[in-house]
């Protein structure tokens, strides 16, 4: 077998391309969070506390000498992270509970009885033929 045919077969597996799909409707999710937090969340939050830009905050631990930039810990920029992780989180589990509420209501949806053997609808019908009879 080729090597491009072994990896058409595995490229075209359904659960590859599930996987190829989710993982770019993820990347374009986490742009959506990455906004919302940076454009829509912070900013009010920074407003409440004094007009402090997240992004912004810092601290430098060693200044910028002869050309060379100053090293800085950016928490800030973890803080915004750390809300970005936060909210695709609770949409996960939003989703996932969604799901497994989908399932449980499938789960708990009665199935439709099993129709009765053959033997069991024929002995019927020939006890209803002999009460006929009488």
Same mark, same amino acid.
């Given at each position: !077998?080729?090597m491009? /045919? $072994?990896?058409? $077969?595995?490229? !075209?597996?359904?659960?590859? %391309?599930?996987?190829?799909?989710?993982?770019?409707? *993820?990347?374009?999710?986490?742009?959506? &969070?990455?906004?919302?937090?940076?454009?829509?969340? !912070?900013?009010?939050?920074? &407003?409440?506390?004094? *007009?402090?830009?997240?992004?912004?905050?810092?601290?430098?631990?060693?200044?910028?000498?002869?050309g060379?930039?100053?090293?800085?810990?950016?928490?800030?920029?973890?803080?915004?992270?750390?809300?970005?992780? %936060?909210?695709?989180a609770?949409?996960?589990?939003?989703?996932? /509970?969604?799901?497994?509420?989908?399932?449980? /209501?499938?789960?708990?949806?009665?199935?439709?009885?099993?129709?009765?053997?053959?033997?069991? &609808?024929?002995?019927? $019908?020939?006890?209803?033929?002999?009460?006929?009879?009488?």
């Amino acid at each position: !077998m080729s090597m491009i /045919k $072994e990896f058409k $077969e595995f490229a !075209m597996r359904g659960n590859v %391309l599930d996987m190829a799909v989710g993982i770019i409707i *993820g990347g374009a999710f986490g742009k959506i &969070v990455g906004s919302l937090v940076n454009d829509v969340i !912070m900013p009010p939050i920074g &407003v409440l506390l004094g *007009g402090v830009d997240f992004s912004s905050l810092g601290i430098t631990i060693k200044d910028a000498v002869d050309g060379a930039p100053a090293v800085i810990l950016g928490y800030g920029l973890f803080i915004n992270t750390v809300i970005n992780f %936060l909210i695709v989180a609770f949409a996960i589990f939003l989703l996932i /509970k969604a799901v497994n509420s989908f399932k449980k /209501k499938q789960e708990a949806a009665p199935a439709a009885p099993a129709p009765p053997p053959r033997q069991e &609808v024929l002995l019927g $019908e020939i006890r209803d033929l002999l009460k006929a009879r009488n």
